[in-house]
């Protein structure tokens, strides 16, 4: 069946989109991520202009988030205080993701911008994860106990001011590092379409050492309010935001967050890692190989915003 986008300005298979949605729901759901760093390259794959799939991605991350949240509250897998600083960064760096996003656009090189971005920010992360992940696989199948931090360690950035006591992760650590990292996912997300729940997952883990139980919870919170801030501003200044896209994604995607959110709470944490890490850099080879290998057609023509 086909429908009809009118701000992407072309027909999709209505049921194509919607399967992509559950899809994607159920990733979210699974690994505690928006699911954009995977179905933005998946619109962009099917046709969709990549200022409209980056945009669009707001409102169904929010949506996947939203059903995600409310799931691991009721679990009691929430931590308020630690979401609350990292909601505070992510709103900020979201406003200046949308900025330099629309600047992109105006000069014609977002599509440049999001393709290369892809290829580092994934492969770079994907590569980190996957090397751990598969160590920690490795020691538990020989038995071997994976080492915690003993007490009384702490690293450089856990000794910096404006320091906040997290009960609930059994953190007291500065919330400045906690602010910088959730400003770069907010930029981040804002520019690539992404939830960021990707690079907040494995840094609350190795890099703060937040439980495993509560970290998707809190992820998937900051999410949620990242992305309807950069909905919001997508829409006002952009205005590349196809809501009749998002409503067919959402449909699909609360539906696969539920699924996934209930699966994820009994995989083991190294499997889980591992095939986070697998996904990610399935996506970044995607785009790696469509930046070399030679398009269909070698000119095109697009229509660009002109600078005011």
Same mark, same amino acid.
């Given at each position: 069946?086909?429908?009809?986008?009118?701000?992407?300005?072309?027909?999709?298979?209505?049921?194509?989109?919607?399967?992509?949605?559950?899809?994607?729901?159920?990733?979210?759901?699974?690994?505690?991520?928006?699911?954009?760093?995977?179905?933005?390259?998946?619109?962009?794959?099917?046709?969709?202009?990549? #200022?409209?799939?980056?945009?669009?991605?707001?409102?169904?991350?929010?949506?996947?988030?939203?059903?995600?949240?409310?799931?691991?509250?009721?679990?009691? #897998?929430?931590?308020?205080?630690?979401?609350?600083?990292?909601?505070? $960064?992510?709103?900020?760096?979201?406003?200046? $993701?949308?900025?330099?996003?629309?600047?992109?656009?105006?000069?014609?090189?977002?599509?440049?911008?999001?393709?290369?971005?892809? &290829?580092?920010?994934?492969?770079?992360?994907?590569?980190?994860?996957?090397?751990?992940?598969?160590?920690?696989?490795? *020691?538990? *199948?020989? $038995?071997?106990?994976?080492?915690?931090?003993?007490?009384?360690?702490?690293?450089?950035?856990?000794?910096?001011?404006?320091?906040?006591?997290?009960?609930?992760?059994?953190?007291?650590?500065?919330?400045?590092?906690?602010?910088?990292?959730? &400003?770069?996912?907010?930029?981040?997300?804002?520019?690539? /379409?992404? /939830?960021?729940?990707?690079?907040?997952?494995?840094?609350?883990?190795?890099?703060?050492?937040?439980?495993?139980?509560?970290?998707?919870?809190?992820?998937?919170?900051?999410?949620?309010?990242?992305?309807?801030?950069?909905?919001?501003?997508?829409?006002?200044?952009?205005?590349?935001?196809?809501?009749?896209?998002?409503?067919?994604?959402?449909? $699909?995607?609360?539906?696969?967050?539920?699924?996934?959110?209930?699966?994820?709470?009994?995989?083991?944490?190294?499997?889980?890692?591992?095939?986070?890490?697998?996904?990610?850099?399935?996506? #970044?080879?995607?785009?790696?190989?469509?930046?070399?290998?030679?398009?269909?057609?070698?000119?095109?023509?697009? #229509?660009?915003?002109?600078?005011?």
């Amino acid at each position: 069946m086909q429908i009809y986008l009118p701000i992407a300005e072309l027909p999709v298979d209505m049921l194509l989109v919607l399967t992509l949605g559950v899809a994607v729901g159920f990733i979210s759901g699974l690994f505690g991520v928006g699911g954009g760093f995977l179905m933005t390259p998946l619109l962009i794959f099917i046709g969709i202009p990549p #200022a409209v799939a980056v945009a669009t991605q707001g409102p169904q991350i929010a949506a996947s988030s939203l059903t995600g949240s409310l799931l691991y509250w009721r679990r009691r #897998a929430l931590d308020f205080r630690l979401a609350g600083i990292l909601i505070v $960064g992510g709103v900020v760096g979201t406003l200046l $993701g949308v900025m330099f996003f629309n600047q992109m656009r105006r000069i014609g090189q977002l599509e440049t911008v999001i393709a290369v971005s892809y &290829v580092v920010l994934l492969g770079s992360i994907g590569t980190l994860i996957f090397i751990e992940s598969s160590r920690a696989l490795a *020691r538990s *199948r020989g $038995g071997k106990v994976e080492t915690r931090r003993r007490a009384g360690r702490h690293q450089w950035y856990e000794g910096l001011p404006f320091k906040m006591r997290f009960p609930r992760s059994g953190l007291y650590i500065s919330i400045i590092p906690l602010l910088a990292i959730s &400003v770069f996912i907010g930029f981040v997300g804002a520019v690539l /379409g992404i /939830g960021g729940g990707f690079i907040l997952v494995p840094a609350l883990i190795y890099i703060f050492r937040v439980p495993s139980n509560v970290v998707v919870g809190t992820s998937l919170l900051q999410i949620l309010f990242t992305m309807i801030a950069a909905t919001l501003l997508h829409s006002v200044s952009s205005h590349a935001v196809d809501m009749f896209l998002a409503l067919v994604l959402i449909i $699909g995607g609360v539906f696969g967050a539920q699924f996934g959110a209930r699966v994820g709470t009994k995989l083991r944490s190294d499997i889980f890692r591992l095939l986070l890490a697998i996904l990610i850099l399935a996506v #970044a080879a995607r785009f790696a190989a469509d930046i070399v290998t030679q398009p269909v057609e070698a000119f095109s023509t697009t #229509a660009t915003e002109t600078a005011r």
